[in-house]
Each structure stands twice: as structure tokens, then as C-alpha cells.
């Protein structure tokens, strides 16, 4: 057993984390900012930052993911990372030829006082950013929120700096995803399209992290929102902002500086997040939901009916960030499953009492936690005490499921061992029919492997 | 190559074009898309196969996240390493230090775990906040006995060789604490194997079958108890050049052990390895045994590998790992193939190591220290490569580009070292190689 060293007994923590269901800003800032055509993510700090995110990502996606570093030493964190980030910069556009270098900070630079904005500042000022090039940069130390906090300012940084509001109103929706999947986003503008709604996607990482095979190597993928979305965005009629901590603070941005209103809603995971959503499109786009939609919807609820008695009761562990098992723990609630147990490494408030809201009636007994110590060694502890019968989360759940011989989905970030989460979607109504495709897939192998032979089913 | 860091030109050059001696050793530029990582890096992954120690990451979260369980080190006992442990420092801590966190977070680990030892491992900022690392450890190692051992390993204080040197640093608090063991007359330390894919036990099957002691490995399969005796050994043998020749160093000028550095990859130089140390003993029955061995491992190893030499002969390969000692092994293995090295690089390489690649490489062949992806992509085109052996953020690069890949890192599946090893490599590089996807690259239209 690896997990041999779990205890049963919870005991509080205070000053340890151990097996931790988070990890830090800066990645979350490079992601986003992959999504974003002809972009450099480009990491302030030490070489190893920039080179764990780029493995990261790489094993997640399976695809090449490139980002710089300003390559600390020993110097620059005793004068300050200035010299190498005006260095950088001058490199950056002289050899890689990007149109838009994101800059994002890490613990080490933030901790030694770089000022992002005032050496950025510089830089233009020296004549380092050519002409029609853009240098954008957000603070993401890891000491502060998770990697979900740093996908969330890098957006913010790029409307704050991009979008801009010149009077003349576009018949555009803008939609911010959250840190969802390429496929997940393919699937929101395919939904959005089918709606005949005009929109903006930002990020954008289909066409960027699962790109087809050509023989040819190309450091900046087709797709990513461009410069020019971007700037339209601020000229559009609504922003629907899907997760409260992957783009609220985005949305916010776009309301106050392009006075374009939002409509704040989950990632459209499951049947009931995908109806909000689906209607906020309807408000923002002033459109009415085509029967093609309800149709969707439709096959969604069939496959439900015909399956409840499968999910009926189950007990279902989760972990992952806020806004995706918000959504997920609702839609799980919804075809009557029981998410006892639920663990986010993310802070923040509202994920208590979104909680609350999904699960005080129908599963009281659920526990949750999100912030500090609630890691996957507490997760695994919560089990211990009384068994679930499926997990549902990131790769790091395989260990508690081969101890446990629990049945485990993969779904969240990161998944190191397994693919489809670049080309399924699991948002939308078709998503959520994967979603269940893949519970049912787990339960019924695990029903067909350990019934006894009398009660081996061939029809099930 | 006009496309290149200016300032990158000394760290590339073509064999039988340019006579100068390759840059080395040098810090990367800022700015570039490296491929090298950090301090901590190249500490934890030196340290990380220590299975019954334990292994605790002082700073914010990601460094913690990152390195948990990433290495494919494997343990027969114990699998403690496996866990992730840190004191995920918030911004309070970093205003108000972090020491205190640590302490608890120590007392309470070794309370619950009883680990033989403990490696404190410093992240970026912990040395800019100030926190009193060796103070903390001394306090823990006095109240519970054990060994806990400051890793300081900063990520910007250097390279990820720089890491090696730390790790090593640290290793050597524990050698020699252990007086009471009486090894046989012919024992050694195996250093720098980290027993990915259980390459670890191939090489002590071998040394046994010579009729040699293995007294501890570090780090692979390592157990503290092993490491504190480890200076009761013989004799050093190191592999990988850079991770480990420090302690080697060390353990010669501290207790007269001496070293020798050898790889196991590649039927030559693995035979080698066996040989070398059956002449430092000098002893003809152990010479006669390694002789035996290599015999038979061969006769029957040369036959299986002829098919695959066959559909590999002339094919061209580029190769980018982590140390360019292994990157020497291997030119020489894919050449037992039939293959052609034409492009070889390394992110830690010194002159040395290049000097030998230079003499080992033919005419044409490129020579690369510290390189990036769009530097790969351009090499790999202008030879017409067919195979590229490197890690983790090279294995897409390689597929974009319609090549064959063998991860020789962490991610590798199958073990390389030894004759088997040699087998499975080839393998691996025959099956990529010839893949039936590589022709449905250009659609029919």
C-alpha cells in the first residue's frame, strides 16, 4: 500500500500540508495566458518555476508548451530581477518574435519587492517593446490563493490591459470559461454558435494545446483569442463569467473600465449549471434557446432516467478546484448520487456556502473543506472512516483508489495518466452525458468484476 | 541558424567546422525558453529515492506539487519518498517567517512516520525571508533523535548542478555515522544510480555474480542505515557524471576511498563498468567471473539485437538529456544499433564531457549545451534526424515533428541500464522508430 502511512484518526493540522489537492499561481497564469494567440507566458523567477509548469502542462496535454524565464541567480535576488527582465524582454522579442509577452511573477520575485508593472513600464520607456508588441503582466506569488487565483489575474491582466470601449456597441457576447479544457471550450463556442450568438472566448486554448499532427513544429499554435478580440471585448454587449474564481475578477475588470456588464454564472458542468448558463446566454445575446439546444438537453435527462438506478445512493469523494466540483457536486446531487466528501487545496469563502446550498437538504452528511490542510491525506483519512463508492477528481486520486480498490474518474487537473480530457468535453449537455458515461463506465466494471457468478449480469 | 541567441553561438558547435572548445558551465540567458530547471530540482531528485527518509518541502506549495511522485525511483520496502509533504507557506508566513511552521511541521511528520532521517528542503524564498533552517533542524534532531538535515537548495542559487552539489552535501552528514559494520574485502558503493525502472537491481545482480559487495547505492533503493556505513566500502562507483562525483570527491579525501566513473548504458561501456572494477581488486576469479558474465549476456544479447539493427541501420538520431555523460553512453549504444548520432546536447554537460562527445561524435554531428525547443526543432531539421532521445518537454516537440522518441529520463518505463537495459532500448528506438503513424503524417489530399 503507498498510502500505508494514512491514519484513520483526523487530527487537526496547522502547519503542514501533506499530499496537497492545489498547487501554485504561476501555472495557472501560464495556461491562461497559452490561450491568447502569439503569446510568450514568460515566468519572473528562478529557472526551475518556469520548467515544472512547462512538465506540467506538457504531461497534462501531451503537447509542446513553451514559456521563458528571466533565470534568477544568486544576484538578482539580492538587487532585484529588473536587469533580467528588461533582458529578458529585449531577448524574448529578438529571438522568439511573439506579438504579446505575458509576464507573470513567483514567490521569489514578489518576495524581493520587483515591481512587475514599473519594470514593464521601463521597458517601454528603453524602447524594448517594438512597435505593435505587447508586454502584459499580473502578480501571482505562490503564497497567495492557488493556481486557480493565477489563471484568474492573468485573464484579468489581459482585459485590463487590451479591451477597451470606444462607443460603438458590437452585437458580441463575451464569454470567459474558466479553466476548462481545449475541448470544454470548443464545446461552450460550439454551444454559443448554435445559439447564434456573436462571442469572444477568452482564453482560448483549443487550437493551441491539442493540435494535430502535421510533421511541422509551430511555437505559436493557430489558435488563442487574439489582440484584436480582445480589444473588442470591451465594446461588447455582456460578459457571461463562467466560475466565481476563475473569472469573476475579469469580468469585473471589463464592467469597470468598458462598462460592459456581467452575468455571473457556474462552468456549465452537469444539467442544472448548463440550464443557467444556457439562459444567461439567451439574456446576454437576446436570443431565444433553439429547439436544437433543448434537444441536447433532452438526451441528457433520457440517459439520466434510464440509468438512475446506478447512481441511485452512491457515495462519491471529490477533490479538485471551486469552480469546477461546484457545478460537479450539483449535478452529481441531481441524479441523485451522494458526494459525502469533498476537498479543494483553494481558499476562499464562498466555497462553504455554495456547498451548503447544493447539499444541507439532500446530503447532510457530506463534509467539506477548501484552503489549508484540505489535501488529499485528509480526503483519504475522511474514507477511511466510512467508504465511498466512487472518486471523482485529478490524477492524484489513483493512489487512495488502487488502496482503497475504489472506482475512480478522472476529471480536474492535472491528469497525468490518462487522455480524452483534450478532445471530450464534460461541459455542456453532451459533456455531462461523457461525465455520466464514464461514472456509469467505472461502477458497472466494478459490478462486473467482483459480483459473484450467479449474479453476473450480461444486460445491464 | 541566424534566428539563434546571439550570445548562445559558443554553446553550439558542429563537429569538423569549428575547432573552438564548446561553452559550458554557463548560466542561461534571461529570456530564453531553457530547458533546464533549478537548485531544488537537482537536489530533490538526488535525494527523492532515499525511500525511508523523510523528504519536506519548506515554501509555498508548488515546489511540493511539482516533484511529488514525479521520478520513477523505485523502492522494495518502503515508499515514504512517495508522499508529498510541505509547509505551504502563505503571505503571513513569508512576512512573519516560516520557522515555526517548519518545527511543527517536523515534530508532528517524525512523531506519526518515525522516519530514520529527514531532509529539509529550502525553496526560493526561504533564504530572503530569513527563516533559520539549521536551527530548526538542530532543534528537531536533538528532541527526536534522528537525523534532520537542511537541504539548502534555493532555486536560484545556481544550476540544477548546483542542486547535485547540495544533495551530495547532505548525503555526506550521514556517511560515516555508522562505525560497527565490517563489509567483505571486496564491496562497493554504487553512486549516482537513482533505480528508475529497478536499473538499481540489474546492476547489483551483476556485482553479485562477481562475487562484489554492494554496501549502500545512493540514492537508489536507498535506506538511511545503508548510507551511514557507506564508508566501511572500498571503492566509489560513480555514475552520472554530475550528480555524484562531489561526494565522491569527498569520501576519498575523508576516508581514502577511491572512485571510479562509469556507465551502465550500452553494452561497452557496461562491460566496462564490470571490468574496471574487477581489475581494482585484482582478482583473477573475480576477473575471470565479469568475463564469464559479460560473455554470456552478450552471446546471447548480440543475436537478439541483429533484427533490430537491421530496420535501424543508417537511421539518424538527436539526442538531449539532462548530463552528458549519459548522452556519451548513448551515442555509442544507438551506434551498436547502426544509428548515427547527428545532433547531441545536455542541459549540465562541463568541457570535459564535451571534449569526449567531440571525439566520439562523426564529422557534422551538432554539439549543443543549455538548449531551447526552437534551436531542437531547427537541429533536428537541417540533419533529417529520426529519432530523438530526451524527457518530458522534449517528448511532443519530437512527435510534432514526426520523429521517434525514447524518454532516457524520469519518465523512462522500461529499464536501460545493462544488457537487458541495451535490449529494451533498442526496443523502444526500433518501435517508435518504425511506428506505422509516422506515414499518415501527410494526408492523402
Same mark, same amino acid.
Given at each position: 500500500?503507498?498510502?500505508?502511512?494514512?491514519?484513520?484518526?483526523?487530527?487537526?493540522?496547522?502547519?503542514?500540508?501533506?499530499?496537497?489537492?492545489?498547487?501554485?499561481?504561476?501555472?495557472?497564469?501560464?495556461?491562461?495566458?497559452?490561450?491568447?494567440?502569439?503569446?510568450?507566458?514568460?515566468?519572473?523567477?528562478?529557472?526551475?518555476?518556469?520548467?515544472?509548469?512547462?512538465?506540467?502542462?506538457?504531461?497534462?496535454?501531451?503537447?509542446?508548451?513553451?514559456?521563458?524565464?528571466?533565470?534568477?541567480?544568486?544576484?538578482?535576488?539580492?538587487?532585484?530581477?529588473?536587469?533580467?527582465?528588461?533582458?529578458?524582454?529585449?531577448?524574448?522579442?529578438?529571438?522568439?518574435?511573439?506579438?504579446?509577452?505575458?509576464?507573470?511573477?513567483?514567490?521569489?520575485?514578489?518576495?524581493?519587492?520587483?515591481?512587475?508593472?514599473?519594470?514593464?513600464?521601463?521597458?517601454?520607456?528603453?524602447?524594448?517593446?517594438?512597435?505593435?508588441?505587447?508586454?502584459?503582466?499580473?502578480?501571482?506569488?505562490?503564497?497567495?490563493?492557488?493556481?486557480?487565483?493565477?489563471?484568474?489575474?492573468?485573464?484579468?491582466?489581459?482585459?485590463?490591459?487590451?479591451?477597451?470601449?470606444?462607443?460603438?456597441?458590437?452585437?458580441?457576447?463575451?464569454?470567459?470559461?474558466?479553466?476548462?479544457?481545449?475541448?470544454?471550450?470548443?464545446?461552450?463556442?460550439?454551444?454559443?454558435?448554435?445559439?447564434?450568438?456573436?462571442?469572444?472566448?477568452?482564453?482560448?486554448?483549443?487550437?493551441?494545446?491539442?493540435?494535430?499532427?502535421?510533421?511541422?513544429?509551430?511555437?505559436?499554435?493557430?489558435?488563442?483569442?487574439?489582440?484584436?478580440?480582445?480589444?473588442?471585448?470591451?465594446?461588447?454587449?455582456?460578459?457571461?463569467?463562467?466560475?466565481?474564481?476563475?473569472?469573476?475578477?475579469?469580468?469585473?475588470?471589463?464592467?469597470?473600465?468598458?462598462?460592459?456588464? #456581467?452575468?455571473?454564472?457556474?462552468?456549465?458542468?452537469?444539467?442544472?449549471?448548463?440550464?443557467?448558463?444556457?439562459?444567461?446566454?439567451?439574456?446576454?445575446?437576446?436570443?431565444?434557446?433553439?429547439?436544437?439546444?433543448?434537444? !441536447?438537453?433532452?438526451?441528457?435527462?433520457?440517459?439520466?432516467?434510464?440509468?438512475?438506478?446506478? #447512481?441511485?445512493?452512491?457515495?462519491?469523494?471529490?477533490?479538485?478546484?471551486?469552480?469546477?466540483?461546484?457545478?460537479?457536486?450539483?449535478?452529481?446531487?441531481?441524479?441523485?448520487?451522494?458526494?459525502?466528501?469533498?476537498?479543494?487545496?483553494?481558499?476562499?469563502?464562498?466555497?462553504?456556502?455554495?456547498?451548503?446550498?447544493?447539499?444541507? !437538504?439532500?446530503?447532510? !452528511?457530506?463534509?467539506?473543506?477548501?484552503?489549508?490542510?484540505?489535501?488529499?491525506?485528509?480526503?483519504?483519512?475522511?474514507?477511511?472512516?466510512?467508504?465511498?463508492?466512487?472518486?471523482?477528481?485529478?490524477?492524484?486520486?489513483?493512489?487512495?483508489?488502487?488502496?482503497?480498490?475504489?472506482?475512480?474518474?478522472?476529471?480536474?487537473?492535472?491528469?497525468?495518466?490518462?487522455?480524452?480530457?483534450?478532445?471530450?468535453?464534460?461541459?455542456?449537455?453532451?459533456?455531462?452525458?461523457?461525465?455520466?458515461?464514464?461514472?456509469?463506465?467505472?461502477?458497472?466494471?466494478?459490478?462486473?468484476?467482483?459480483?459473484?457468478?450467479?449474479?453476473?449480469?450480461?444486460?445491464? | 541558424?541566424?534566428?539563434?541567441?546571439?550570445?548562445?553561438?559558443?554553446?553550439?558547435?558542429?563537429?569538423? @567546422?569549428?575547432?573552438?572548445?564548446?561553452?559550458?558551465?554557463?548560466?542561461? $540567458?534571461?529570456?530564453?525558453?531553457?530547458?533546464?530547471?533549478?537548485?531544488?530540482?537537482?537536489?530533490?531528485?538526488?535525494?527523492?529515492?532515499?525511500?525511508?527518509?523523510?523528504?519536506?518541502?519548506?515554501?509555498?506549495?508548488?515546489?511540493?506539487?511539482?516533484?511529488?511522485?514525479?521520478?520513477?525511483?523505485?523502492?522494495?520496502? %518502503?515508499? $515514504?519518498?512517495?508522499?508529498?509533504?510541505?509547509?505551504?507557506?502563505?503571505?503571513?508566513?513569508?512576512? +512573519?517567517?516560516?520557522?515555526?511552521?517548519?518545527?511543527?511541521?517536523?515534530?508532528?511528520?517524525?512523531?506519526?512516520?518515525? %522516519?530514520?532521517?529527514?531532509?529539509?528542503?529550502?525553496?526560493?524564498?526561504?533564504?530572503?525571508?530569513?527563516?533559520?533552517?539549521?536551527?530548526?533542524?538542530?532543534?528537531?534532531?536533538?528532541?527526536?533523535?534522528?537525523?534532520?538535515?537542511?537541504?539548502?537548495?534555493?532555486?536560484?542559487?545556481?544550476?540544477?548542478?548546483?542542486?547535485?552539489?547540495?544533495?551530495?552535501?547532505?548525503?555526506?552528514?550521514?556517511?560515516?555515522?555508522?562505525?560497527?559494520?565490517?563489509?567483505?574485502?571486496?564491496?562497493?558503493?554504487?553512486?549516482?544510480?537513482?533505480?528508475?525502472?529497478?536499473?538499481?537491481?540489474?546492476?547489483?545482480?551483476?556485482?553479485?555474480?562477481?562475487?562484489?559487495?554492494?554496501?549502500?547505492?545512493?540514492?537508489?533503493?536507498?535506506?538511511?542505515?545503508?548510507?551511514?556505513?557507506?564508508?566501511?566500502?572500498?571503492?566509489?562507483?560513480?555514475?552520472?557524471?554530475?550528480?555524484?562525483?562531489?561526494?565522491?570527491?569527498?569520501?576519498?579525501?575523508?576516508?581514502?576511498?577511491?572512485?571510479?566513473?562509469?556507465?551502465? +548504458?550500452?553494452?561497452?561501456?557496461?562491460?566496462?563498468?564490470?571490468?574496471?572494477?574487477?581489475?581494482?581488486?585484482?582478482?583473477?576469479?573475480?576477473?575471470?567471473?565479469?568475463?564469464?558474465?559479460?560473455?554470456?549476456?552478450?552471446?546471447?544479447?548480440?543475436?537478439?539485437?541483429?533484427?533490430?539493427?537491421?530496420?535501424?541501420?543508417?537511421?539518424?538520431?538527436?539526442?538531449?538529456?539532462?548530463?552528458?555523460?549519459?548522452?556519451?553512453?548513448?551515442? @555509442?549504444?544507438?551506434?551498436?544499433?547502426?544509428?548515427?548520432?547527428?545532433?547531441?546536447?545536455?542541459?549540465?554537460?562541463?568541457?570535459?564531457?564535451?571534449?569526449?562527445? @567531440?571525439?566520439?561524435?562523426?564529422?557534422?554531428?551538432?554539439?549543443?549545451?543549455?538548449?531551447?525547443?526552437?534551436?531542437?526543432?531547427?537541429?533536428?531539421?537541417?540533419?533529417?534526424?529520426?529519432?530523438?532521445?530526451?524527457?518530458?518537454?522534449?517528448?511532443?516537440?519530437?512527435?510534432?515533428?514526426?520523429?521517434?522518441?525514447?524518454?532516457?529520463?524520469?519518465?523512462?518505463?522500461?529499464?536501460?541500464?545493462?544488457?537487458?537495459?541495451?535490449?529494451?532500448?533498442?526496443?523502444?528506438?526500433?518501435?517508435?522508430?518504425?511506428? %506505422?503513424?509516422?506515414?499518415?503524417?501527410?494526408?492523402?489530399?
Amino acid at each position: 500500500m503507498i498510502l500505508r502511512h494514512t491514519t484513520k484518526e483526523v487530527k487537526e493540522r496547522t502547519a503542514l500540508t501533506v499530499n496537497p489537492a492545489k498547487t501554485c499561481q504561476p501555472i495557472g497564469a501560464m495556461y491562461a495566458a497559452l490561450g491568447v494567440h502569439g503569446c510568450l507566458p514568460h515566468s519572473h523567477g528562478s529557472q526551475g518555476c518556469c520548467s515544472y509548469h512547462r512538465s506540467t502542462l506538457t504531461r497534462h496535454y501531451k503537447e509542446p508548451v513553451m514559456a521563458s524565464t528571466s533565470s534568477f541567480t544568486e544576484g538578482s535576488s539580492v538587487f532585484g530581477g529588473q536587469a533580467n527582465l528588461l533582458q529578458a524582454i529585449d531577448n524574448i522579442f529578438g529571438i522568439y518574435d511573439p506579438d504579446i509577452i505575458a509576464v507573470h511573477s513567483t514567490c521569489l520575485s514578489e518576495t524581493i519587492g520587483d515591481d512587475l508593472g514599473q519594470i514593464v513600464g521601463k521597458a517601454k520607456d528603453d524602447g524594448k517593446i517594438p512597435e505593435g508588441k505587447h508586454v502584459v503582466q499580473a502578480s501571482t506569488p505562490s503564497y497567495v490563493g492557488s493556481h486557480v487565483t493565477g489563471y484568474a489575474n492573468m485573464v484579468e491582466a489581459f482585459v485590463k490591459y487590451f479591451s477597451f470601449n470606444t462607443n460603438e456597441k458590437i452585437r458580441q457576447v463575451n464569454l470567459l470559461s474558466g479553466w476548462v479544457e481545449p475541448s470544454d471550450m470548443r464545446e461552450i463556442k460550439r454551444i454559443t454558435e448554435m445559439m447564434d450568438i456573436k462571442s469572444v472566448l477568452l482564453p482560448d486554448t483549443s487550437d493551441v494545446l491539442d493540435t494535430p499532427m502535421t510533421g511541422k513544429y509551430k511555437m505559436y499554435p493557430k489558435g488563442g483569442t487574439t489582440v484584436d478580440e480582445i480589444v473588442s471585448m470591451g465594446n461588447s454587449m455582456k460578459t457571461v463569467a463562467m466560475g466565481e474564481w476563475c473569472s469573476k475578477k475579469a469580468a469585473i475588470m471589463l464592467d469597470n473600465k468598458c462598462k460592459v456588464p #456581467f452575468s455571473l454564472t457556474d462552468v456549465p458542468i452537469g444539467l442544472s449549471a448548463t440550464d443557467r448558463f444556457v439562459q444567461a446566454l439567451s439574456t446576454a445575446g437576446k436570443v431565444s434557446i433553439p429547439e436544437i439546444i433543448s434537444e !441536447e438537453r433532452g438526451r441528457l435527462i433520457d440517459v439520466i432516467t434510464d440509468m438512475h438506478q446506478y #447512481f441511485y445512493g452512491k457515495r462519491v469523494a471529490l477533490w479538485g478546484d471551486p469552480d469546477t466540483l461546484i457545478p460537479l457536486v450539483e449535478f452529481l446531487v441531481d441524479i441523485d448520487m451522494k458526494p459525502v466528501y469533498i476537498v479543494s487545496g483553494t481558499p476562499g469563502k464562498r466555497f462553504d456556502k455554495r456547498m451548503e446550498e447544493i447539499l444541507s !437538504e439532500k446530503v447532510p !452528511e457530506a463534509k467539506y473543506k477548501n484552503g489549508p490542510q484540505a489535501d488529499m491525506f485528509l480526503m483519504h483519512q475522511w474514507i477511511k472512516e466510512e467508504p465511498v463508492d466512487l472518486l471523482i477528481g485529478n490524477t492524484y486520486g489513483k493512489y487512495i483508489s488502487r488502496d482503497e480498490g475504489i472506482p475512480f474518474v478522472r476529471l480536474g487537473f492535472p491528469i497525468l495518466d490518462r487522455i480524452g480530457h483534450s478532445y471530450f468535453p464534460t461541459v455542456g449537455y453532451q459533456g455531462a452525458i461523457r461525465i455520466l458515461e464514464k461514472i456509469l463506465g467505472e461502477i458497472m466494471d466494478e459490478q462486473d468484476a467482483k459480483s459473484p457468478e450467479e449474479s453476473f449480469e450480461l444486460v445491464m | 541558424m541566424n534566428q539563434f541567441l546571439k550570445d548562445r553561438e559558443t554553446q553550439i558547435v558542429t563537429k569538423g @567546422k569549428q575547432s573552438a572548445e564548446i561553452a559550458c558551465e554557463k548560466k542561461s $540567458l534571461a529570456g530564453s525558453v531553457s530547458q533546464r530547471a533549478c537548485v531544488f530540482c537537482g537536489s530533490r531528485v538526488v535525494l527523492y529515492p532515499i525511500a525511508d527518509a523523510l523528504h519536506v518541502i519548506h515554501g509555498p506549495v508548488g515546489c511540493a506539487s511539482y516533484t511529488w511522485d514525479i521520478r520513477g525511483a523505485l523502492s522494495s520496502g %518502503p515508499q $515514504l519518498h512517495r508522499l508529498s509533504f510541505t509547509t505551504d507557506l502563505k503571505e503571513k508566513d513569508v512576512v +512573519f517567517g516560516g520557522e515555526k511552521k517548519l518545527y511543527h511541521a517536523l515534530s508532528e511528520l517524525i512523531d506519526k512516520h518515525q %522516519p530514520k532521517a529527514a531532509f529539509v528542503f529550502s525553496t526560493c524564498i526561504i533564504g530572503v525571508i530569513g527563516d533559520d533552517v539549521e536551527a530548526v533542524c538542530r532543534q528537531v534532531t536533538r528532541e527526536k533523535g534522528i537525523d534532520v538535515i537542511p537541504v539548502m537548495s534555493e532555486g536560484f542559487n545556481g544550476t540544477k548542478k548546483d542542486g547535485y552539489k547540495i544533495a551530495c552535501g547532505a548525503l555526506s552528514r550521514l556517511v560515516g555515522t555508522d562505525d560497527s559494520y565490517k563489509p567483505s574485502k571486496y564491496s562497493i558503493n554504487i553512486l549516482g544510480d537513482f533505480n528508475l525502472a529497478g536499473e538499481l537491481w540489474i546492476l547489483a545482480e551483476y556485482y553479485k555474480k562477481l562475487g562484489v559487495e554492494l554496501v549502500s547505492c545512493m540514492t537508489g533503493d536507498g535506506r538511511v542505515e545503508q548510507i551511514r556505513r557507506a564508508h566501511k566500502a572500498t571503492l566509489n562507483v560513480v555514475q552520472c557524471s554530475g550528480s555524484m562525483v562531489h561526494l565522491a570527491k569527498e569520501m576519498e579525501e575523508k576516508y581514502g576511498i577511491p572512485f571510479m566513473k562509469v556507465s551502465y +548504458f550500452g553494452i561497452e561501456d557496461m562491460s566496462d563498468a564490470l571490468y574496471e572494477v574487477a581489475r581494482f581488486f585484482k582478482d583473477e576469479e573475480m576477473m575471470q567471473n565479469a568475463r564469464e558474465l559479460v560473455r554470456e549476456e552478450i552471446s546471447q544479447l548480440l543475436p537478439a539485437l541483429q533484427p533490430y539493427r537491421q530496420k535501424l541501420e543508417g537511421k539518424k538520431a538527436a539526442i538531449y538529456v539532462g548530463g552528458a555523460f549519459k548522452a556519451i553512453s548513448l551515442v @555509442k549504444a544507438l551506434r551498436l544499433l547502426g544509428m548515427k548520432t547527428v545532433v547531441v546536447g545536455s542541459q549540465t554537460g562541463n568541457a570535459d564531457d564535451y571534449k569526449l562527445l @567531440k571525439e566520439l561524435c562523426d564529422d557534422g554531428t551538432i554539439i549543443v549545451d543549455d538548449s531551447n525547443p526552437n534551436e531542437l526543432s531547427e537541429f533536428v531539421k537541417l540533419t533529417g534526424a529520426n529519432l530523438f532521445i530526451g524527457g518530458v518537454k522534449e517528448r511532443p516537440i519530437a512527435h510534432k515533428l514526426g520523429l521517434g522518441f525514447c524518454d532516457h529520463n524520469h519518465e523512462r518505463k522500461e529499464a536501460l541500464a545493462g544488457y537487458v537495459g541495451m535490449m529494451n532500448f533498442a526496443k523502444e528506438v526500433y518501435a517508435s522508430v518504425t511506428s %506505422p503513424v509516422w506515414k499518415f503524417i501527410n494526408s492523402p489530399t
